[in-house]
C-alpha cells in the first residue's frame, strides 16, 4: 500500500508519520509539495509542521502549493486523505475540510498528552476503532482550536477534556464521505508504549485498512 | 583614522595594542574591512582571548572521541558506526536586548554548530536563568526566552527535551540564556569546518545577508550592560526556523551524496569567521567577492558583508566539479545559493568588492594570531568571611519547609516551560523532561543517548572548584540514572568581567574543579563556551558555570527508571554517604537568606561507585532519582506527584531530609529484591499522603504546591 | 477620539514571514511583487480632547506596550 507523506517547506513531522506507517506495514513515501501526480499512490498524509512557516495563516500558503491539486483528486476518488496537525489546519485552509483552525484559547502552544474518545467509527481514520473507545494521544499545536461556523463538519475523535477550546471538542474531524479526515493530536506519536503510549496504533492501522490498491 | 575624536578601532572595541598588533602582522595600517574582521575575530566572544590560556587546563581526551574542542562541535564515537555530535552555547546579551529573538537565535545557531558536523540534530536543552519572578522586567523576560525557544525549536523541528530554569537576583540585570543541541550521525558521515583543497569553490547558502547583528560578537558579547544598553539594539537578528528546516535538510543532503569537502555556520563574526577559520584550518587562503553574496538590503559596505550576523547561512567548500550538483539540492530545497568565493593556495585571504580589494590578510592569523591575555587574578577577600559564617538551620517543620521549596521556582515543576516546546518529535524521546536526566533512543539500534546539564550559581560564589566539580557529578550521576554510562562533558562557563582579578580567580577555579571531576571520572571534555562580561552596573553575577554530561546506554534499559512508576506496596532505598549537616549553598539555605558557608567537596571514589550502582539498578528499579536541590524530602515528593502515591519515609532530621550532599540516589523497587552494598531502606510508598517526621501531607497538595510554582509566580 | 497605530518592522530588520509571502506571491505568478513587509494596525477609542496630548499618550503606549521598540517602528494617526 504506497503512502505519500507530504513535505512541504517547514514540514518537520514527515518523519515520525513514515516510520509509524511503516510499522504498520504500509509503504510510506516522501513526496515534495511541488510535485503535481500522484497516480500510483494509495492514499495520503499531510503531516505536521509548520508549512511555508506559517506565514499569514496557518496553512493558508502550503493549500495553494502544486500538491494540493493531486490532493484533491484523491480526496474526490474517495480515496483516504489524512492530515495531521498542520496536516489539518491545510485541509481547512484547501477547503477539502470544512471549518478553520485559530489558536489555543489560552494563546499557549500544547505539547503534552491528552484523552480523545473516538465518536465515529465510519471514517478511514476510525475504521479500526471502537465508538466510545478512549485513546491517550500527544497534542502538539498552537492553533488547534477548531471552529466551523457552518456546522458542517463531522467530528469523528474528541477530547475528554477541553484543552483548546476546540467547537464541540472536535480533536479530529471529517468530509461527509469519510474519506478526509483532520485530527489535531499526533497519533503517529502514541506508537510505542516505551514513549509513553501506542493508543495512536489503532487509528493509523483504520486508515492503513482503509488503503485499497489503486486499479492498474 | 578618527571620526568622533575616538579612535575606529577603540570604536569597534579594540584596545590599542590589538590595532597595533594588527598593524605589525599587516605591515601597514589596515583597511577598513581588514580592521572589522579583526575587531570581531578578536573579541572576547569569538576568541577567547581572556579564558584561552585556563581552558587548556581541561582533559580533552579519550580513545572515544572522535573531534575535541575547537571545532563546530565535540564528537564521540558511540559504537557500530555512529557517532553523537554534542555543543553547547549561550546567548547572554542578545536575550536581555530582546528575549524573543535572542533566545530564538540562539537555539538556531546552536542547530548550525551541530548540523556543520555533518549530523542531524535530534535534541535541544535550554538552561535559562533569571532575576526574581516578582519584578514583572523579569517575568517579561522569561516568557520572552521561552517562547523564543518554543516558536523557534518547535518550527524549525527539533525537540527541545529539557534543561533548566532558575531564578535569583543576580540574574536580574543579565539573565543567562544557554543552549545546548545533540546530533547523531553515521561515521561516514562526519564533515569538519575546513576548506579542503585549493581550487575548492566556497559556496554560501541560506538566507540573505542583511545588517543583522552588526558587530554583534564584539558588542554584545563582549561587553558589559549599562545604562546604555538601548543604544545597542539596533544589531538584534530575526531568526527564521522555517529557513533553517530547509537548510538542514539541505545540508545533510549535501553530506549524504558526499558534494562538500567542508562546511562552517555563520555566526558570530558572520563571513569573517566563516571564510578565514576554515582556510586557516586547511592551512590555506581564498579569495571572496563580496560582490557576489545575496543580500537583502541595498548599499551594504564591504565591512558590513562581513561583520553581518544574519542567520541561516551556511559556507560550504566544494569541488569545482560538483558545484552544479550542490547548486542543484539548494534549488530543489528553496533556498538561495551563492558561489562566493575559491580556495587559494597560499594563506592570504583576499576580499574584493566592486572589484577593489579590501581587505588581503593572512587568513589564519584572525584566529591564530588572536591576543590572549593572562589577566590578573586574586582570591576574593571576602570569601574567608562566607566561610566561617555558615548556615545552620536546626530542626524546622517538616511538612511546611517541604511545602515552601517545592513553591520556589526554581525547584517547583518546569513544565509551565517545557510544555510549550515540542519535546516529543522524533519519537525517540524515552525519558523526557521532568527528569534528572534526559533518555534519548538511537533509531535503529538498542543504544540509548542521556543528557543531563546541570548549573548552580550559588553554590560556584561560595567555592567554585567545589561547585563546579559538584555540578559535573551531579549530571553524571543524572545520566547514570537512566541506564547511561557517563562519556563526555561540555561546559557553558557564563561568569563576570574578566578584567576584576575575582572574576578571573573564579574562571580558573571552575575549569579546576570541572577538570578534576572529568578526570576522576574518565570523561573527556568535548567541547565548550565561555560568556564572561555577565554584569550590570559593575555588579557580576554568581560564576554560574553549566555542565552537559553525555551518557551512553548500550543496551538502554526498556523501560528505563522513571519518576511515575512507583506503585503502592514498593520500597523506597537511599544510596549513597550519609549527609553532613552542611548547607551551604542549598535550597533550604536559600530560603532563609544570601548563601553562606563552604560546600560539601565531592567524594570521587563514593561518586564512581554510587554512579556504578546507578548504572546497575537502572535495569531493575521502577525509579531512580537523584538527590539533589531540596534534598531527600523533595525527592521523595518528586516520585510521589509523578506517580500519584504517597509514601512513609522513616528518615528524621533536618540534615538527613533537606541536605544536598552529593553522591545520594533514591531507588524505588519492588519488595524482596537483592539490595545494594551502597544502600539502605527509608521507606515504602502507598496512601496518598508523605508521612516523615511525625508529619503527613496529602500528595495532591505537595502537587498543587510543586506544579503551580511557576505559573502563580508569572501572574505576577 | 479614534486612534489608529500603524506598527512596521523597521526596514533594516529581517522580516522572514514578509518574504515567504513574496515567494509564494511569485510563485502565483505576481511577479511584479519586489518586496513584502507583515505590518500590524491597531485601532483604539480613547478619551480625551486634545488631539496632540491623545496622540503623545499613544505614543508612550507604543513604547510600553504596543510595539516592540527593540525590532519596531511605529505612526500614530487620529482617524476621528
Redesign the interface.
Known sequence: MRVAVVVFPGTNCERDVVRALRLLGADPELVWHRETDLSGFDGVVLPGGFA??D??RTGA?AA?SPIMEPVRKMAEAGRPVLGICNGFQILCESGLLPGALIPNRDLAFICRYVEVEVVDDTTVLTAAAEPGQVLRIPLNSYEGNWVDPSRTGRVVVRYRDDPNGSQDRAAAVANAAGNVVGIMPHPERATDSLLGSEDGLVLLEGFVCSLQPVRA | MTTTGTPVYAQLGMTEEEYLKVVEILGREPRPAELAMYSVMWSEHCSYKSSRAHLRRFPTEAPWVVVGPGENAGVVDIGDGWLAAIRIESHNHPSF??PY?GAATGVGGILRDVFTMGARPVALWDQIRFGPLDQPRNRYLFGGVVSGIAGYGNAVGVPTVGGEVEFDDCYSGNPLVNVMCLGVLRKEQLVLGTAGAPGNVAVLLG?AT???GIGGASVLASASFDESA?TK??S?????P??EKKLIEACLELYEKGLVDGIQDLGAAGLSCATSEPAGRAGLGMDVDLDRVHL??TGMTAPEILMSE??ERMLAFVRPEKVDDVLEVARRW?IDASVIGTVRADDRLVVTHHGEVVADIPAASLSGDAPLYHRPIARPDWIDGLWADPYRPGDVLVVDTLLRLLRHPGVGSAAWAYEQYDHMLFLDTVVGPGHDGTLLRVEGTKKGLAVSTDGNGRLCLLDPRRGASRLVWEAALNVAVTGARPIAAVDNLNLGNPEKPEVMWQLVEVIEGMSEACEALGIPVVGGNVSLYNETDRRDINPTPVVGVLGLADPMPAPPPRLDRARPGMEIWLIGPEPTDNFAGSCLERLDGPPRGRPTAADPEAGRAVIEEALRLAHVAPVLHDVSDGGLAVAVAEICIASGVGATLEVEGTAALFGEDPHRFVAVVEPGWDPPALGRRIGAMGGDSLVVGGERVAVSALADAYRNAIPEAMRG | MKVRVHIERR???????G???A??LS??GFDEVAGVR?NRVIDLEVEGDDPEQVKARVAEMCRQLLA????EDFEVEIVG
Open positions: 511555508h512557516g506565514a499569514l500558503i495553494l | 536586548v530582546e529573538q538566507a542583511g545588517r543583522d538601548t539594539r539596533p538584534v537578528q530575526v531568526g527564521d522555517f529557513e537583502r538590503e544574519s542567520q528553496e | 526596514p533594516e530588520i529581517a522580516d522572514p514571514e518574504s515567504t509571502v515567494r509564494a510563485d502565483l507583515m516592540n521598540p527593540v525590532l
